[in-house]
């Protein structure tokens, strides 16, 4: 199967990409990873960690005028150059929190206070709409748990390996799945969740998953965990079951100290990992949208370790063929200000995510997704 | 199909054959190229304080007795022994009894554990000898002595609570020099403290060298604060998030913690790993920390004073109290019940078994059985106390426990971010989840694969002479749920056997079949809802 089927995945609405999101836990530099270098204050706050300008040993990779990419995003330059990537800087959630948990549980939430819905955006948005097909695989997570923005969806599914989800031809023959479907028929509590588990198991069965290999040539980061889900993504979406949201996460981001050494491994698998996808993919990213986002972003200031302590504003990464890209998306707000200071958030990420499910995964009831937000609902960062 | 996809803990423990492969098993894709360098200290997935969407509601199974619910919420699952024994001293005594934990005699299990585990015991500048080569054996020796202790100490509600601890103060032991520091950390500071006073524990903790490792207070200089300890302290050990400090309380707390350190290799003075304050390197000019004045010059005090003032604080006692409640009544306790515990817990001045005391009084401990999806040590724990309580605890099959363990996703100590294992049933009962206590159920606790089966459940007693379908399913369910089933579900259990064995469920079995049929029916009933609800 090559990637070009993809566009002719016979049970998902044609009005919709496939949308695959990948979580920067630990709250990612965007400072280090798109450096605004034309800044007159980045060296100045960046002194020992800044990325060298563009032409310089060592340089960061010209993108334009006043921004240039890490050298270890290289990968991603060419998908910027076709116009299937574009990156938002200065964005985020607009609130004072700097706390990873109580941020990630907002952003997931979709909102800027502790107060709001308990379920996520993304689960909100699945609710609103009915489901294509009978599968279980509407929304997963690949991991072992489901993320809070999944919550408020119809039984999102969370599998961290979906190439072993599945029971022995021992167990299967001895009878036993046929008595937990039974067990978990009547409404006990998690039966919704046993139900998704068989039903599931089912469904990868049928869909044979590990045969279906890279096309394109596209080879997948070794030894690395983010790469080997986003690589069951790939087959998943491939398959013929009709996913239409997966989750993903990429640990790690929290550099408060050594920042230089650590980011470019982080950044060096998140660029390995989208490029092999985006090759594997092919055509197929005509209807795919993949969103890279993280809870804060972190201090303009280096700190005494080599680090950034917890800020604000960051970057968010958007690739697909639905996205308006080779473009970066920022109102710079400047770095003329004081050391313990955070890079002012000017692209709200609901704005971002809004124009998003509206004009790629067939509308977005903002009121309903980010109760209380009265911003714009679109940067001109996608197509359609 | 049952190839190389699959559950298969016999290659597993084949494949692990060096630390390499170990440390990529569970190193839970952190890398470990810089040892003496601490890791990023956060970037773990999972959910915050969460809504528990998934709460079961009027269950229609039958509730257990509320001395088995009493168990399973205070221990790492009901033993048929302590059944009896709760059945005998009644609830208040029993409970009273598990406080009193020093009085209960554990020294054989703990002479096991010196002997098959003796780095855990280990002080860092004994460890530090044989670092970073015996990382392999410090965490394997952590991780088992920790499940042979949930399996099979007596002080149950003891292991609990170093679990709670654990997880509020938590410290990954993949960590740089964390393997050198974790151990110490475990004896001393959360066993030491964990049915004593909050206070004393907090102080501990402050000056436990692998916190101050882990949370990089060891950067943490006049010259260049670094914030991460003292945000962590008033979010996760003591505050809450909500709990009325400021983004400047941080800085503040920040501020009178620097010089707090650790002395490390070829630091003159002392041991290894051994907590140092040193002035030259605080911060001494004045400092306000939740309106609290601190004079200039107050040296090692600054920190100690703020350690006294959050312990000290209603915040604490409110945000320690909803753990508790959490813990042990349900993702969404009572109000009524969380201001009982933090009243108790304010007026004690932080003694955790008063604390207890009023938690336990609470009639949402004593009543709403069943109100939580127990998290896999329990699980794990459970299915041992439950169906082999006097099995050995062979340290060959210990790699195997800890792949168990790894893939529910619970191994002690490898919760990369401070804020520890979650407590919300919505984290641990997803589909993922499910399966895997499914697979995990069938192969290896039910003797059904032979080789696989790595306690060896002894099935003839629970039987006492039950012969047939009808009878099997009921001595088995009595022996290892100790709590009754529903009649359709029973049901199902016996159509489903007579189809196996192709019976009636009144025929009279031949020789043996009971015990396969014991096999079947343990590890249906320890897949079912019936135990993993608390």
Redo the contacts between chains.
């Keep these: 199967m090559t990637g070009s089927n993809i566009a002719a995945h016979p049970t998902i609405p044609t009005d919709r990409d496939i949308l695959v999101c990948i979580f920067q836990r630990g709250a990612a530099d965007g400072l280090n990873a798109l450096a605004p270098y034309s800044d007159g204050d980045y060296y100045g706050h960046r002194p020992t960690i800044g990325l060298a300008a563009p032409g310089n040993p060592n340089g960061a990779i010209y993108v334009n005028d006043d921004y240039a990419l890490h050298p270890s995003l290289a990968p991603l330059k060419p998908i910027y150059d076709a116009g299937d990537l574009a990156l938002v800087h200065a964005t985020g959630m607009p609130h004072q929190i700097r706390s990873h948990f109580s941020a990630q549980n907002l952003i997931e939430r979709g909102v800027v206070e502790k107060t709001g819905p308990s379920t996520g955006w993304l689960g909100r948005h699945l609710a609103s709409s009915a489901p294509a097909s009978s599968s279980a695989f509407r929304a997963i997570s690949i991991s072992g748990n489901v993320p809070a923005a999944l919550n408020g969806a119809l039984q999102p599914l969370a599998i961290d390996n979906l190439n072993d989800f599945e029971f022995d031809q021992d167990i299967i023959d001895s009878g036993y799945p046929r008595v937990l479907t039974d067990l978990f028929q009547s409404a006990v509590p998690f039966s919704a969740a046993a139900n998704a588990a068989l039903s599931a198991m089912d469904e990868l069965q049928a869909a044979d998953l590990a045969s279906i290999t890279p096309d394109n040539d596209a080879v997948y980061p070794a030894n690395s965990a983010l790469a080997a889900k986003m690589l069951q993504a790939a087959q998943l979406i491939k398959s013929n079951i009709p996913v239409e949201v997966i989750c993903l996460d990429s640990d790690g981001w929290d550099h408060h100290e050594s920042l230089p050494t650590y980011i470019d491994i982080s950044l060096t698998e998140l660029a390995g990992v989208l490029d092999a996808f985006y090759t594997d993919m092919g055509a197929g990213m005509a209807r795919i949208t993949v969103l890279v986002y993280t809870e804060f972003g972190r201090r303009i200031a280096e700190n005494g370790s080599l680090g950034t302590d917890h800020g604000t504003g960051s970057l968010a990464y958007l690739m697909g063929g639905g996205v308006n890209g080779g473009q970066v998306i920022s109102d710079w707000p400047g770095l003329n200000i004081g050391v313990n200071e955070d890079l002012q958030i000017t692209t709200d990420l609901r704005t971002v995510i809004s124009e998003m499910l509206d004009k790629r995964l067939g509308g977005a009831d903002v009121g309903n997704l980010f109760p209380g937000f009265t911003g714009a609902t679109s940067v001109n960062a996608f197509l359609g | ?2 190839g190389s ?3 298969d803990p016999g290659a597993i423990l084949g494949r692990m054959q060096n630390r390499r492969e170990f440390l990529h098993m569970f190193g ?4 470990y190229g ?1 040892l003496i ?15 528990g ?4 509601p009027q ?3 039958p509730k257990p007795s509320r001395q088995y619910s009493v168990l399973k919420r205070t221990s790492f699952g009901p033993q048929r022994d302590e059944m009896t024994s709760i059945n005998i001293l009644g609830i208040g005594n029993y409970l009273e009894a598990q406080m009193d934990h020093l009085s209960i005699d554990d020294d054989s299990l703990e002479a096991d554990i010196q002997a098959l585990f003796p780095l855990t015991m280990q002080a860092p500048a004994q460890l530090i000898g044989g670092f970073p080569d015996n990382i392999f054996d410090v965490a394997t020796q952590m991780i088992a002595a920790t499940q042979y202790r949930q399996m099979f100490s007596k002080r149950q509600l003891y292991e609990i609570m170093v679990e709670f601890w654990s997880d509020h103060f938590n410290i990954h032991l993949i960590n740089g020099l964390g393997p050198t520091l974790k151990p110490y950390d475990d004896q001393q500071v959360i066993r030491q403290h964990a049915l004593g006073n909050f206070r004393d524990l907090l102080h501990a903790s402050a000056k436990s060298p692998a916190m101050l490792f882990y949370l ?1 207070n060891f ?1 943490n ?1 006049a ?6 300890y003292a ?1 962590e302290l008033m ?1 996760l050990h003591t505050l809450g ?2 709990g009325g400090y400021s ?1 400047n309380d ?2 503040e707390v920040a501020r009178c913690f620097t010089g707090w350190t650790l002395r490390f290799p070829g630091d003159p003075g002392g041991d290894y790993g051994e907590f140092v304050y040193i002035d030259p390197i605080h911060d001494d000019q004045a400092k306000l920390v939740l309106g609290n004045s601190f004079a200039a010059g107050g040296g090692q005090s600054d920190g100690e004073q703020v350690l006294d003032i959050l312990a000290a604080h209603p915040s604490t006692a409110n945000f320690i109290a909803g753990k508790l409640c959490k813990r042990f009544i349900s993702d969404t306790p009572p109000q009524s019940a969380i201001d009982a515990v933090a009243s108790a817990f304010t007026i004690s001045g932080g003694e955790i078994k008063d604390t207890l005391r009023a938690l336990f009084a609470t009639a949402a401990f004593l009543d709403d059985a ?1 109100s939580k ?1 127990t998290r896999p040590s329990e699980y794990l724990a459970g299915v041992v106390r439950a169906l082999a309580p006097d099995t050995a605890y062979p340290p060959d099959k210990g790699l195997f426990w800890f792949y168990v363990q790894n893939t529910l ?1 619970q191994l002690p100590f490898y919760w ?2 401070p ?1 520890g294992y ?1 407590d919300e049933q ?10 895997n206590r ?2 995990i159920s ?2 290896s606790f039910a003797g ?2 032979p080789g696989l089966d790595v306690i060896q459940v002894d099935y003839a007693p629970m039987l006492g002479g039950a012969d047939t379908v009808n009878t099997v399913v009921d001595a088995i369910a009595d022996a290892v749920l100790m709590r009754p089933l529903s009649s ?2 029973r049901g ?2 016996v159509d ?1 056997l007579q ?2 064995l192709d019976v009636t469920a009144d025929e009279v079995l031949a020789a043996g079949e009971p015990e396969r049929a014991s096999a ?1 029916v343990g ?2 009933l320890i ?3 019936y135990f ?2 608390r």
Excluded at chain 2, 426 to 435: D, E, F, K, P
Aim: charged share 25%; net charge negative.
């Design positions: 199909m049952a996809g699959s559950f839970r894709g952190l890398g810089a360098t601490a890791l990023p200290a956060c970037g773990g997935g999972g959910s915050d304080d969460d809504d969407d998934d709460s079961p269950s229609p199974i990089d950067f200089q010259v260049a604060p670094n914030e991460n945000r979010e998030v909500d983004e941080v800085k069943d999806f996703g990369p971010t804020d979650p919505s984290y641990w009962a997803s589909t993922g989840g499910l399966l499914w697979r069938f192969l059904m694969i359709d579900d199902v259990i489903w189809g196996e079947l590890a249906v897949s079912s809802v993993h609800l």
